[in-house]
């Protein structure tokens, strides 16, 4: 009877798996939908909205939220929360300064150094939450407020510009394919979406991220030091605000230390769009790059349709209520 059983069982948890994976599917197809009628809305309300030029606009706004999404994306899947992404943008695109303008450091080391200080940021946050116990919020929250003070130390409250850093504009706004104006940032972006996405799914760092935002005590029990593991994750999220910090330094020609608030909330609210679970678990970096270019097609048509920055925000806010609140429907509908 129990070699009947067995198969039976074995059957289910497969269809089980599989209807997990299709409603994964779906998730991210209706998103997607999401995208191509928030498109075709604006298309038809605005006559410059649909243009070849602002489409590449769209592309070229939507590489630091992305960028900062898709290392969220990890944090978030792993239970986690980092709200010091936006400050800590900022405060590398102060440190590219620091690196390149003030020690005079050569491009090839400037530009790394700078992304490796985000992950040491991403390493502190780690620390504080997995060895220290910190709650995820107010850990993350002090950084912020830390990373906040330390751009505006650091640059003494002014921007730095990169006038005399040969080639470093070029990083965001130069142009690899010749004759195709087609910003060197959204190559950047595409790069390391496919990276982070081959490590999310075939890395042991993908696997573990995924074990531990299902079911944290259980992958501690298994064996795994998820301690280790949860620091790596936010240091590895920590690389993707040092690029971010580059990338909006770059395209604006300075590190302005102020820049950043704000953006936290829209990469948060782009990878909940996406399709990631709050409650971690659940995720994907495709999800994210359509919650990213949600967010940014929103930006870029209310813009155009000279609707005042104040009902920005309150639609930009109503859009992560209905996400936040989908949400929590797929998470009832899967208990």
């Known amino acids: ?7 039976a ?26 995208l191509i ?18 489409f590449t606009a769209i592309l070229f706004s939507t590489v ?12 978030i899947i792993a239970g986690g929360i980092d709200l010091s992404i ?9 440190m590219s300064g620091v690196f390149l303008v003030k020690l005079g450091l050569p491009l090839w080391l400037g530009v790394p150094a700078a992304i490796l200080f985000g992950g040491v940021m991403g390493l502190v946050n780690g620390i504080n939450v997995a060895l220290l116990k910190i709650p995820p919020f ?42 195709v104006n087609f910003p060197n940032a959204v190559l950047v972006l595409l790069a ?16 573990y991220t995924y074990s531990i935002g299902s079911n944290e005590e259980a992958t501690s029990l298994s064996g795994i030091d998820v301690r280790k593991w949860k620091i790596a994750i936010y240091a590895f999220a920590g690389l993707f605000i040092g690029l971010a910090g580059v990338m909006i330094s770059a395209r604006l020609g300075s590190a302005q230390p102020a820049t950043g608030m704000g953006y936290e909330l829209q990469a948060i609210a782009a990878v909940v769009i996406g399709g990631t679970s709050l409650s971690g678990g659940k995720g994907s970096i495709v999800g994210t790059l ?12 209310l813009q155009i349709m000279s609707i005042p920055q104040e009902w920005q925000n309150v639609i930009l806010g109503c859009v992560i209520l209905v996400a936040v609140y989908t949400d929590r429907i797929r998470k009832k509908e899967t208990t």
């Open 1 to 7: 009877m129990t070699a009947v059983k067995a198969p």
């Open 9 to 34: 069982r074995d059957r289910a948890q497969a269809s089980g798996g599989i209807a997990a994976a299709v409603k994964g599917r779906l998730q991210q197809l209706l998103a997607f939908a999401s």
């Open 37 to 54: 009628v928030i498109y075709a809305f604006f298309s038809f309300a605005s006559p410059f909205f649909f243009s070849y030029g602002n």
């Open 64 to 75: 630091v939220i992305g960028t900062l999404a898709i290392g969220t994306t990890f944090v």
């Open 86 to 94: 936006g400050t800590g943008m900022a405060l590398c695109a102060v």
């Open 138 to 179: 107010i850990a993350t929250l002090a950084m912020m407020l830390v990373a906040e003070g330390l751009a505006l130390v650091l640059s003494d409250s002014t921007p730095i510009y990169f006038n005399d850093v040969p080639g470093y504009t070029d990083i965001s706004t130069g142009n690899l394919i010749p004759g």
């Open 192 to 207: 390391i979406a496919l990276i982070a996405g081959v490590l999310l799914t075939k890395s042991v760092l993908g696997r």
């Open 290 to 301: 359509i919650g990213a270019l949600i967010i940014s097609v929103l930006n870029n048509g």
